[in-house]
């Protein structure tokens, strides 16, 4: 086991490396650079500012620059904001992950009860009932579902705010601010669990079914154990299997932020803040936070393969 | 002048707005002429109807304030206005988003403004002289100002702000380095000298600069907002302005408000600044709140005092509807246009360049399925600007015969599959525009007007604006779709004409015509310029104007004393807003 | 439709064996019987019929446009209505459906043949070839697309690829740079699979790989293939109208029901023009629920294990 890690961490080393060299290109090759924006300047000043950003550099010095910098904690200065990255990211970070953290625990828990009880009651009314509401969910654009929920809760009954995370000027604190900003999340992770727990549900139900019939199922129910301790201990345990290997994917996913729900509900998150560098092609800023979000990706990948040996130690790593 | 920086700025933004405009932009938050630049290159409204738009043209009072909602009711010392992305950085001078210009245009004020025309007018300056070369601006302040610190500011002040953006590691774009050049700017910058020679401070009330050659912009952009020398300048060295980074969310300036609190993605708090010049403003707190995309929902429910919106008729109605707002229409300042690619051989010739105007139907693209909610251009000036002319200018209605016939005349016959063709080759025109619903819907409409005239439109949508700048750069177009940013003076609206921008375009009497027209500050001097000017890109026509952007403002009733001016936006009236 | 169950049957026959397709046939008659999994092809081949012929009928030109009766509610004469350009939104969003469904379909099928393949390949060999396919995986993974893709249109602007042919060029990319979430789930329901009873029974008989991996291994995972792709065919279809958001996709005024939906997504259109984006929502939403409806009943035949 040790060995493998280390093994692993190894290779997580190597994975990150080639990313970054690949995301630097990449966001290098892009049309356009953070001067372009403003095509009005005179060409001699574009040449100067690019000469003060280091554009004009090859781009491999560029990188090894970059590489060097972060090397010694140095992600640099957003050249669009005009302030750390690091600053950035913990401005806008921690918006999205608390969103993201509630409607993942909404998802997964809706997920896998509904999955399996639609399971155990296979082509039963509320399978089938359960099964067109959550193609439904799916199939409907997220801006609709947003819009929709706003114009009725919001700006018709006034039951919920219209978006934002605080009300403009407010200065509660204590119980009161969280819960305002409860208030506030309450729309968008209404939209974001409903977005999510199509699939989940779809994949819990579809182990769920192969688990059930298996012989060890038949085994336990012939010992004459009760159905719920059947379903919830023994089958529901192997259906979760593969799903494991889900979690370590949402890692990314917590901290990447979702830019249509924050949009749309006028969010402070992180998911904006990307598209707005990446639209001006702030380097400093969107290769900080593609890193980060490769980093987690990495990490999460690990914790998927390991959750995956415990749940089932037959697999080996 | 700092509306000036703004607008250049908004371009940078123009890009970040992609996301909003693509999306919804039925109320662009603009708060400030800013905004509705930046959107104006991205989207236009997406809805129209048919049945004939009674136009508005004078402003509405809110017709029953008791709808008001309860929220909005509640507030009495605060104005909420919505305002896209402010970022944080709010020096003047250093900022990269035209947002963050909005905000420091109520932390700062400058020397010299502008009226509603782009007059200058007085600010921090009291007066100012001009000497009879036009090379030599004394600016004298009015006595005893203050920064929101307290602190006193003179003239040394205005001699430190000029001298730092001429520090070879700016990276701003202030125009004080791109439009005019102040003498011995440019040996301080290369380190060759230790002060700026053209600027001499005779009193701590008086100041002189002098630059190299006479600008009619000059005054604007040398009157713009002043930093404190006690402040920015403790730590400057030259060639260093790293440690500015760390001032921006700090900022100490001259303003009507000072920051109270900046809440990322959140909002801009303010609050009455007691040593602003003109007296402490009426209401104690004024906040921007980031509201990206759709207004609608936080003007309805009074969470925002003021949205504006694209002055479509459904736009409209649904305002009027809503009863507790006060509305007023106004015209953008600036302009859409097609650029043509003058370095194309077919484009070389003025008959195929004015045919294509005269074959797109720009009334259906610009006017009809955007509600009304804009005005065909036929020149590079804006109605509402001071050098707007319509005499001996061509309309360019539309008219396909005519485009047909002018074709002809060029030498350009129909072949065998409907398009045109000249010494075998085809007629093709390659439209370069970004994502937008605005493109759209030009693409869509385009490509039936010139089929018809045996024009074949292959259209290309770029991702984002850099993206598109990036393929307008290369050179590989035909037409290419742009508008300008707020324009603050005349000349601001045909540079692009003589500074190379516009490739392959060359001539010398527009040249002539605008060195003439910066020459000399005689407004009516320069109005018989800008008319001949006008009259003669006209007909050359190397870009195809496109449209005037019409927008209304919408803001609560209880709110007393708010103007709109086409430059300033609300910044100018900001101090005298007043909730009865 | 054709595609559809063509797409499928391409995957089994490189698979079949004469007992095997027997089993197929038997497959087919028992699906049959479901009588919403039947409901829903016949919806699926109502769809394509639909949308392939029927702007063939409509007295509305292709993307006519008509300043007269811009943004009119249904009547008598547009059924739909018509949109901010006087166009008849029956008849695009007809035409919309060609090009929505071929793009869903065929992005589903190439990312589901890379996806499952490569992660039965690596589940199977182990050693060096897992890691060197699950770590290009890896890689893959820590890449953000949005770049990728602007980089793409960029590169397809410079190559002057055609604009009516860039769509399918950049499904196909999208397609290829989505495989490797799919070949990971695919290689961890394969590893199990590996470690099973048969599987064991399998290498004592001495099968050879190809046997192994194509009789043994990959058809207990096609109940899951069927799951996923079906729900894929969904997020394809809205994933077009991500690519034309980018205006990576389909160029205007060339409609497909990804971009005529997002051509109403302000509070102002939601509010007052309801048929400028319910029947594009309407005929995706229907058409999603039809094919995981059928993909579902393909699922419960096609499992060996289930016996009703």
Known sequence: MSTYLMRRLMYMILILLGASLLIFLLYAMMPGDFVTNNFKLPAERKAELREIYGLNKPVLERYMNWMNNAFHGNFGFSLSQQKPVLTLFNDYIWNSFLLAITSTFFTWLLAVVIGVVAAYKQYSWFDTMVMIFIFAAMSIPSFFIGLFLIKIMAVDLKWLPPGGMLVTGSNATGMEYIKEVVHHMFLPVVVMTLLGVGSLTRYFRSNMLDVIRQDFIRTARAKGMKERVVLYRHALRNAMLPAITLIGFELPGLFGGSLIIEKIFNWPGIGQLYMQSFTVRDYPLLMGFTMFIAILTVIGTLISDILYHVADPRVKL | MKKLLITLLSITMASSILLAACSNDSSTPASNSTQTSAADTKGTENSSTTTATTELTAPIAASDLSKLPAQAQKRTDTIIVGLTDPSGAFTPYFQQSGYDGNVSSVLYASLVTVDDKGLPIPDLAEKWDISSDGLTYTFHLRKELKFSDGTPLTAEDVAFTWTLIHDKSYDGQSELLTTIAIKGGKAYKEGKAKSIEGIKIIDPQTIAVTIEKPNAKGLTILGSEILSKAYYGKDYTFGSLDYIKKLHATPVGTGPYKLEKFIPGQEVRFVANEFYYKGKPKTEHFIYKTTEGDTWQFIETGEQDYGSFQATQENIDKLKGLGFLNIIPYTANNYGYLQFNLEHPTLKDKKVRQALTYGLDRKTIYVDANQGAGQIANIPASPIAWSYTEEGINPYNYDPEKAKQLLDEAGWKEGADGIREKDGQKLKIHFIGSKSKATDIFIAVAKENYTAIGVQLEAEQFADFNAQIAKFESGDFDLVSFSTPILGDPSDGVISFVNGEVKGYDNPKVKELYEKGLATSDIEARKAVYKELYQIINDDAPYIFTSYRKLVVAYNGRIEGLSISPLRGLSASLPDWKLK | ?308
């Not at chain 3, 081949?45 to 409509?58: I, R, T």
């Not at chain 3, 090009?99 to 039965?120: K, N």
Request: glycine share 8%.
């Open chain 3, 1 to 308: 439709m054709s595609s559809i169950t063509g797409g499928l049957a391409d995957t089994k026959q490189t698979a079949a064996s004469p007992i095997r397709s027997s089993l197929w046939r038997q497959a087919f008659r028992r699906l049959r019987k479901n009588k919403l999994a039947m409901a829903g092809l016949a919806f699926i081949v109502f769809m394509f019929l639909v949308c392939f012929f029927g702007p063939l009928f409509s007295p509305y030109a292709n993307n006519k446009i008509n300043p007269a009766i811009m943004n009119q509610a249904p009547s008598f004469k547009h059924w739909l209505g018509t949109d901010l350009l006087g166009r008849d939104v029956l008849t695009r969003l007809l035409q919309a459906g060609r090009i929505s469904l071929t793009v869903g379909i065929a992005s589903m099928i190439i990312s589901v043949i890379i996806g499952s393949i490569l992660g039965a390949v690596a589940a199977y060999y182990r050693g060096i070839v897992d890691q060197i396919i699950m770590r290009i995986a890896d890689l893959l993974l820590t890449i953000p697309s949005l770049p990728i893709l602007f980089i793409l249109g960029a590169l397809l602007s410079e190559w002057k690829v055609p604009v009516e042919y860039r769509m399918y060029i950049v499904m196909l990319m999208l397609s290829f740079v989505g495989w490797p979430g799919l070949a990971r789930l695919v290689r961890s329901q394969m590893l199990t699979i590996r470690e099973r009873e048969y599987m064991q029974a399998a290498i004592v008989l001495g099968l050879n790989d190809r046997r192994k991996l194509f009789n043994h291994m990959i058809p207990n995972i096609v109940p899951l293939l069927i799951v996923i792709s079906t729900l894929s065919i969904g997020g394809a279809i809205l994933s077009e109208s991500v690519l034309s958001f980018f205006g990576l996709g389909v160029m205007p005024p060339t409609p497909t029901w990804g971009n005529m939906i997002d051509a109403a997504n302000n509070l102002i259109d939601f509010e007052q023009h309801p048929w400028l984006w319910i029947p594009p929502g309407v005929a995706i939403f229907t058409t999603v629920i039809a094919i995981n409806i059928f993909g579902d009943g393909l699922r419960d035949v096609l499992d060996p294990k289930q016996k009703k």
